[in-house]
């Protein structure tokens, strides 16, 4: 009998990188074929589990589970779509520190996943609600992060589904960043924002104490 449910939720709790990596190949099987996985909602608390123990190995400091378990959790945002809407708030903490990884393939790919919840689980402004707190985190890798996918959801979106009088703000404070790639990426995110909604920001900009040259 194929595996179900019952047997991922037992499995996404080992700890060995090897077996990890060989249920993680499964889940994806599984969750790619709607009729193998028909019981993938039947119990919401074993769902919340295999969720939870996926977003452990999203924060594992073995690159390859890590990127793995992104890899799972985008394929249940496609299958789920909207139902994923009551794990963002479990799922991002971890995605914000990855956005900080030392690998530019981890980096990537958590800002895909953050991507992929705007498109598919809920709308831009809901995500980024709860992703501004990444414009303080300790990383600095992470705060250049958010500026990125601030400017990736402004290519995407527009200004339209943001409201940027929320993030602006942040990108003000990152522009003292201590780090210049912080500071960097702050500046080409706010020119990303005047692109979409023009002299607003610069007025806006004057009025948060901006010098005039900057």
Not at 68 to 86: E, H, I, W
Request: proline share 5%; net charge neutral; aromatic share 8%.
């Amino acid at each position: 009998e194929p595996a179900g449910m019952d047997y991922f939720c037992e499995q996404v709790q080992q700890k060995d990188v090897g077996r990890r990596m060989q249920i993680g190949q499964e889940l994806l099987e599984y969750l790619s074929d709607p009729v193998r996985s028909s019981d993938l909602e039947q119990d919401q608390q074993r769902l919340d589990k295999v969720i939870d123990e996926l977003t452990g190995w999203v924060n594992s400091s073995n690159f390859k589970v890590a990127l793995l378990g992104l890899d799972v959790l985008f394929a249940f945002v496609v299958r789920l779509s909207g139902r994923f809407k009551s794990y963002i708030g479990t799922v991002l903490p971890p995605l914000i520190d990855r956005m900080g990884d030392a690998k530019d393939q981890v980096r990537e790919q958590a800002q895909n996943l953050i991507l992929k919840l705007m498109d598919e689980a809920a709308p831009p402004m809901y995500i980024w609600e709860r992703l501004a707190v990444g414009f303080k985190h300790k990383n600095y890798r992470s705060r250049e992060g958010v500026c990125l996918c601030l400017i990736a959801t402004l290519n995407i979106y527009g200004a339209q589904p943001l409201i940027l009088s929320k993030l602006v703000p942040h990108l003000c404070t990152a522009f003292g960043d201590s780090n210049s790639q912080v500071r960097d990426a702050a500046i080409v995110a706010i020119v990303e924002v005047y692109r979409h909604v023009g002299e607003k920001v610069r007025i806006d900009l004057t009025k948060r104490g901006i010098p005039p040259g900057r």
